[in-house]
């Protein structure tokens, strides 16, 4: 699979499965705190498969437990649709202060996440792309950068979300809500792809100089 669908693909999923969960669940007469409920279970179900099958508890794989803790919070102390719904919102909050987080510890959480693409298939790049990480101060602002704006996306994504499943109904919300968080991903995907020629720069500082034919 292409890297770059690689990466997107869980975030699209976490999208489709509990909007098309919710419709279904409600088209079969179960009421909405628990098929919103559900549906968003199965969804926290899909991102700790994958933190499994990675075998270790990264940056993701943290938030995915604590998504999995506040829907068990929520499902213990709630009954009220609208609240479920409001729980992206929480998650994205948290994962935006997250990501800032990691800026201001001078570990942008971009650097790890975006490695494969940065190797991009060719393994003998794997040694530039570490050195560049390591040792190279534009290499790493341009990652304080981007992890720096996806963050201020997810907090500014929580708020609006918030905001129209407070002043929509909660059919019309389940689907609604979900744009910002594309309107988000859309926009953080162009800034990202726009400083990739950049990094590729300070990568190729740090590869082996080509012999001439």
């Known amino acids: 699979m292409n890297p770059k669908l690689r990466a997107v693909l869980p975030m699209l999923i976490d999208v489709v499965l509990p909007v098309a969960g919710y419709y279904l669940l409600s088209a079969c007469g179960v009421d909405d705190f628990w098929a919103l409920t559900i549906a968003g ?8 498969f994958t933190t499994v099958r990675r075998r270790r508890l990264d940056g993701i794989g943290a938030l995915v437990v ?10 213990a102390v709630t009954r009220d ?3 479920v719904l ?8 948290l994962a935006g202060v997250f990501l800032l987080g990691t800026c201001v510890a001078g ?4 650097i790890d996440v975006t490695r494969p693409m940065a190797i ?11 050195a560049a990480a390591a040792h190279s101060a ?3 602002r341009e990652h304080l950068h981007i992890t720096a704006v996806w963050g201020v996306l997810w907090i500014v994504e929580s708020v609006v979300r918030a905001w129209i499943v407070l002043v929509t109904d909660v059919s019309t919300g389940v689907l609604a809500s979900q744009v910002p968080g594309l309107v ?11 400083r990739v020629p950049a990094l590729s720069r300070h990568v190729d500082e740090f590869a082996p100089a080509q012999t001439p034919r």
């Open 107 to 110: 570990k942008p959480f971009t």
């Open 184 to 194: 988000a991903l859309v926009v953080g995907i162009l800034y990202t792809r726009s």
């Open 120 to 130: 991009g298939g060719e393994p003998a790049r794997a040694p530039a792309v570490d």
């Open 41 to 48: 279970l199965a969804t926290a179900a899909h991102a700790l």
């Open 66 to 75: 604590l998504e999995i803790a506040l829907s068990l919070v929520l499902l």
């Open 86 to 93: 409001l729980k992206p919102s929480f998650y994205t909050a």
């Open 138 to 140: 534009g290499f790493r």
């Open 81 to 83: 649709p609208r609240i």
